[in-house]
């Protein structure tokens, strides 16, 4: 069966602090690994897509890479705000897409 | 370019009845996928249609079905709703081909549905 599972479920940080989101999923034979952001009761925000050609991609403070022989992405965010807080969700193309069951990140000022 | 939307945004329905939700793709994009989001968990695949085609199936029962129109706004359409049918409905819009949908994939805020 083709999952994906991120840790940690919760993470709580001081603003300034840099941290990494992990995301890992159990068949490597994938076409490709996106990242997203959701606030509450809101939809998706799209924040990278990593192809599976690819090793990692960066937008701004984020930056995520990609190991499929592992089944191991990454999400890694530079000196974190308080806007930041949301639940990032990793989003992995098999035949279909299986999403992860997110991470809620809150950074406090 | 106009992002994708959804309608409604929140409705409340009892046992039974049926429910249709609608979705306006991003502008250029001719794949379509919806997605049921249960309270604290991740989206679940509904299906996906191409070109007015559906091209995939996740592991939901037939009467939840859909329709992709010729400008590839679309629709899902839940029959003899249940009480576990309530949830966050979201569609995403992509550039797909025959060969699978790889492109990034684009959300709208989502529908929020309670079933009574």
């Known amino acids: 069966k083709q999952e994906v599972t991120q840790i940690p479920a919760a993470l709580s940080v001081p603003e300034g602090e840099n941290l990494v989101l992990n995301c890992s999923f159990t068949d490597s034979a994938i076409y490709n690994l996106q990242w997203f952001r959701q606030d509450p009761g809101k939809g998706l925000t799209s924040l990278l897509l990593?192809?599976?050609?690819?090793r990692e991609q960066t937008s701004g403070r984020l930056n995520a890479s990609l190991d499929k022989s592992s089944g191991r992405s990454t999400l890694y965010i530079a000196a974190s705000q308080p806007g930041d807080s949301a639940t990032y969700l990793c989003a992995v193309r098999f035949q279909k897409l299986v999403f992860g069951t997110g991470t809620r990140l809150l950074v406090s000022p | 370019e106009t992002g994708v939307t959804q309608s409604p945004t929140h409705l409340i329905k009892t046992r039974g009845q049926q429910v249709t939700l609608r979705c306006s793709s991003q502008?250029?994009?001719?794949?379509v996928s919806w997605y049921q989001q249960a309270l604290g968990q991740g989206p679940q695949f509904i299906f996906q249609y191409y070109r007015e085609e559906e091209n995939g199936r996740g592991n939901f029962p037939p009467r939840f079905s859909g329709l992709q129109f010729p400008n590839y706004s679309s629709e899902l359409n839940v029959n003899a709703l249940e009480l576990d049918d309530s949830a966050l409905y979201l569609c995403?819009?992509?550039?797909?081909?025959?060969?699978?949908?790889?492109?990034?994939?684009?959300f709208g805020e989502g529908s929020r549905l309670t079933v009574l």
């Open positions: 990593i192809q599976s050609s690819q």
């Open positions: 502008s250029g994009h001719n794949t």
């Open positions: 995403a819009s992509s550039l797909g081909g025959l060969a699978g949908n790889t492109g990034e994939l684009f």
